[in-house]
């Protein structure tokens, strides 16, 4: 050993002796950062994440384009995963005129349907007032609300509006009951106070929970999707199923859902009727891209640009909307998962000419690989001995939508590790 490696080891030695006596030293102080056995896990990282929400749609009649005045709406939202502080999303988005909502509150369900429960009532605000203008083609979320509600639960969204709204976006055939009463009883427990009765949800966006869950999943979908022919007041729509499925998951794979399912909904063209929407490639932004904390968006739509005039006989037209909905998913870092049309032989609409247009699109997405999962749901609910139909059990009667014994077979058809990010 040379004398200079030897006077280097020297002063490596007493520089380690100067640190390790330092380090001593700040412990002593209680500067020093504890051993790292002993360091407390970081808290689980909470964010907003969907839980519940339904497609806005264009008014077209009736009450939705008269809108109200001087009226208070009662709607029940029903949520997929819980928590303890929410933030309520509300909407104007086809309105015509700024949207006054005067006072909003937020409760748990009470003993009988409309009620609530006086213990859990609680005001929303919006960044600190209790009254909120939404402007023209405008969607606002309120400031954080702390309110429990469980996992599978419900809340009860009361809204004034001193009017006149002018045209009320809105979302036709919730397969909810919601209650309606002249004047401001957003207060007011009891549905006594509320005398009428309405099957629409009302400018209503959604509703988000503070969660460490990872994410939420968004259902773009038609009639299907919405629940059309599920029992009233039960959430039998499949979603709903999916989501009590989820639910008995692990916590760490459960995740938001949220339904933007609109009846009539076409991929290719807009509305032809009251409620329909506008096509799913014009509403995917608002209805699903944009949806709180989504990852993953599940298509099922088609079947109405068979069934309705002009129909739609190029399978080629199907595809190029399937691929603008998984680039512009992907783009912003979303997965796509995908179902087959379901069949629909003995709907009054029905042709052998539609079907065969049916047969090649569903061919398409079982094998082209574009997705990043499928779900073969006309395999799922097809009469094995009659493929072009529904499965007498699982028909609601109409020979196009199931009913709920139909919707839970198809919720549980789905790998639910096809939806997780």
């Known amino acids: 050993m040379t004398e200079a490696t030897a006077r280097s080891r020297m002063r490596w030695a007493a520089a380690a002796v100067a640190a390790a006596t330092l380090v001593t030293g700040l412990i002593g102080a209680g500067i020093a950062q504890a051993d790292p056995v002993a360091k407390k896990e970081p808290a689980a990282r909470t964010d907003w994440v969907a839980t519940w929400a339904t497609a806005a749609e264009v008014p077209f009649s009736g009450q939705q384009l008269a809108g109200f005045t001087d009226t208070t709406l009662r709607e029940r939202i029903h949520v997929s995963i819980g928590g303890d502080v929410v933030r309520l999303r509300l909407t104007n988005v086809y309105g015509k005129t700024p949207l006054v909502v005067q006072s909003t509150t937020l409760g748990r369900p009470g003993g009988t349907p409309g009620d609530v429960d006086a213990a859990s009532l609680v005001p929303v605000t919006f960044d600190g007032a209790t009254s909120v203008t939404i402007p023209p083609g405008a969607e606002y979320a309120s400031d954080p609300v702390r309110i429990s509600v469980p996992g599978d639960g419900n809340l009860m969204a009361s809204l004034y509006l001193p009017g006149p709204t002018g045209p009320a976006t809105y979302h036709r055939d919730a397969w909810t009951t919601g209650y ?151 783009d912003q870092g979303i997965r796509v998962v995908a179902s087959t049309i379901t069949p629909w032989a003995g709907w009054t609409a029905w042709t052998p000419e539609r079907e065969a247009v049916r047969v090649q699109v569903n061919q398409w997405i079982r094998t082209s690989g574009e997705f990043d999962g499928v779900v073969d749901f006309d395999k799922v609910i097809r009469d094995p001995a009659d493929p072009q139909r529904i499965l007498p059990a699982y028909d609601s009667g109409d020979h196009l939508h199931p009913g709920d014994v139909g919707y839970k077979a198809m919720a549980d058809a789905v790998n639910l590790d096809l939806l997780r990010p």
């Open 180 to 330: 309606l009463a002249a004047g401001d009883q957003t207060g007011q427990p009891t549905v006594a106070s509320f005398p009428s009765r309405i099957s629409n949800f009302y400018f209503l966006d959604g509703l988000d929970v503070e969660s460490t869950m990872d994410g939420s999943v968004a259902f773009l979908g038609d009639s299907i999707t919405d629940g059309t022919h599920s029992t009233v007041d039960a959430d039998h729509r499949w979603p709903d199923y999916l989501a009590d499925r989820m639910l008995t998951q692990p916590r760490s794979r459960q995740f938001g859902v949220v339904n933007s399912g609109i009846a009539g909904n076409r991929l290719l063209l807009d509305y032809t009727g009251a409620g329909q929407g506008v096509n799913a490639l014009a509403r995917l932004e608002r209805d699903v891209l944009t949806q709180t904390g989504v990852r993953t968006v599940f298509v099922f739509e088609g079947i109405n640009d068979l069934q309705n005039d002009p129909t739609q006989y190029d399978p080629n037209q199907f595809i190029q909307a399937y691929h603008q909905i998984i680039q512009r998913a992907h």
